[in-house]
């Protein structure tokens, strides 16, 4: 046993990463056509860098890992201590991931370090439950917000994680449709809700004034000012996440995480709405309000996660009656909100500069982009 | 052309002026926190000197300056009237622009021009020691200053926001001999309250000034002493006003628009508090434009109400402009305009129609300011820059015109302990945070009755 070293669960998902370089947006399923297509193991050499750096700390971590090339023969390499908890099949797949971690959370690891892309990030999260989940960037697509800048970077947080540094928050994990995704068309979807850690940012100024440990009590203000204009009588059409959420419960409702939810004068009118529930709503009810919180690191507000909020939903909602909301800290990271709603008409008017509630009765300007623009 | 118009020593006036005495409507009287009836001089004797008390309650036009008080502001006043000569070059306008600039003083703003006579009628009431609260550390420095040059002790709540982010104030209040301490604090049973509560709490203004009145009520020998927002303080400050006056004249011109910071209002009454009979009985066509931020914007989108002048609940219900005595505005870089409410005798004339507001964003302020420090020199206070960007935008609306309208700024002060927002504009990192009014007006409307 590691008497008072960090428990960290180390796996790598070794095809993440090879689908991109030879064209085929994501390696789901495809891994041997990546391979005979000339891909090489990216994963590897990502998961490596992470490592090289942690050597530096090896004497306080103890890594639980999975054998051969999820994890074993690497740590091998770098000189670090470690236990194999898993043995895969040669060939590897989603669900030796699922196994692997569920032997790291049986072990009791402090946290996970993953290296793979959204598709690792969906299968870790969806067995992680409280534990901490965290990514070193090695797949074709990172839209989730669990995934550390650079491999170095994941190293730095893992260290700052173990000397208690970091906060912990709420990510949303979101992966596109891969068959979609080949096709052209962009689809997204919003899995799972994780803990990550991270570096609590300085928000608003360059010395402190909210520090990040302070994200859930800028969530109660939200929701506080927002269970407090919702009297208004209209109906809200509450989007994914945990900041909308937050509403939910103040108002003593019981909310979708990952789905659009539609409340009118503090009741709960429908769950888990469909495009054709909203725009059947909009058939009822005169006065419509959305509000809708940033998904994922790169600050979509509509067309990822959200499908349901269609540009016909949104156009006849009124592009005036979209609140959005989020955390000082979340809205800091992100450079700009994103629209995609697929209509670039829509996305045009809706870009420029928009309001974000980020507070009690506090709000920011931030800018708003159609993702066609990027 | 002439840069600088300079007055005489001799010249600083002898009388303060009480706008109170002209007033198209009479000022609703403040009421006691506790009864909600009208507030007694004798409900005010706890915390303030008599001398005090009756210039705040005065309808007097004119209030005779003490010569020991005189004595003290001859340290930096008059003030300079200065020509924006390079700034309306650099923006081609056909208008002249003037400045009156009070980071001559001392403390580096106008803020002692009421901590010295504050300081000088307690010390002659035989009060020892004062209590305030300081936003931006502006007031802080002033009454340290102030207390020092009476020989009086001196304990500074500062909202924790600024103490954090501007080291040196808290240094220049030691120098001058005062306590300063991060609001909230320990020290009062509030201020021990909300650090429970909101452990991580930037602080406001409304907190400090609970602190500091809760001192001075608890300890015989302790007053306390506010920076803003009473008329007492206004009335202290017409000094600048005056002045301006007599160097208009010098200029032969005189102001179409004036523009002046505005939080909770003490340097844009003072300097345009004076002009107010010029408009009610010579007719003139002058518009006073009080400026403040989009993240507190309590001229321009609060209410008119009677509400508390603190968080919590201890000082005066007063009527005036205000966001609602719990709003805590968030924490921007000009910090002494951090405050929910507005002086009464402002927020009257405001809601008369005599005076005009307008509100603006963080980083358009401090675009404008790096403009004029370029062209004019002086590194203006964020605050005192709130009132350069509409001064600009004039300009340049003249440049399209064709008109030669004067326009005149009121820069209250320096930005010297403010250079670590100017870095944080310069690397991008300023937030151009505002007020959800509409939201907020909603949220207001259906109101559940008690």
Redesign the interface.
Known sequence: MAGGKGRIGFLINPIAGMGGPVGLKGTDGLAEKAIAMGARPRAMERARACLDHLSREKDAIHFLTASGSMGESSLKECGLDYEVVYSPLPVTSSRDTIRTCQAFLDKGANLILFCGGDGTARDVAGIAGSTPILGIPAGVKMHSGVFAASPQAAADLVIRFLNGELNLRDTEIVDVDEEFYRAGILQTKLYALAKTPYLPVL?????????S??ED?FKDQIAL?AS??M???SAYIIGAGTTTSRIADILGLEKTLLGVDVVKDGRLMITDASEQDLLELLDRETRVMIIISPIGAQGFILGRGNQQLSAEVIRRVGIDKL?IIST?HKL?EIPYLLVDTGDEDLDESLAGKR?V?????????KDTLAASRL | MKIKYLLDEEEIPKKWYNVAADMPTPLKPPLNPGTLKPLTAQDMEAIFPKALIQQEMSTERWIDIPEEVREILKLWRPTPLYRAASLEKALKTPAKIYYKYEGVSPAGSHKPNTAIPQAYYNMKEGIERLATETGAGQWGSALSLATCLFGLQCTVYMVRSSFDSKPYRKSAMRVWGAECLSSPSDRTNFGRQIREKMPDTPGSLGIAISEAVEDAASHDNTNYSLGSVLNHVLLHQTIEGQELKKQFDMTEDYPDVMFGCCGGGSNFPGMVFPFIPDKLKDKKDLRMVACEPTACPTLTEGLFAYDYGDTAGMAPVIMMYTLGHDFIPPGIHAGGLRYHGDAPLLSNLVHDGLIEATALQQTEVFEAATLFARTEGIIPAPEASHAIKPAIDEALNCRKTGEEKVIFISLSGHGHFDLAAYDAYNDGKLVDYVYPADLVKQSLAKLPKP
């Open positions: 928000v608003a100024e360059r010395k402190r004034i909210y520090i440990d302070q009590e000012f407090e204009f009297r208004d009588g609140i000082p800091a309001q509630v980020t507070g009690y009765r506090i709000a920011q300007m």
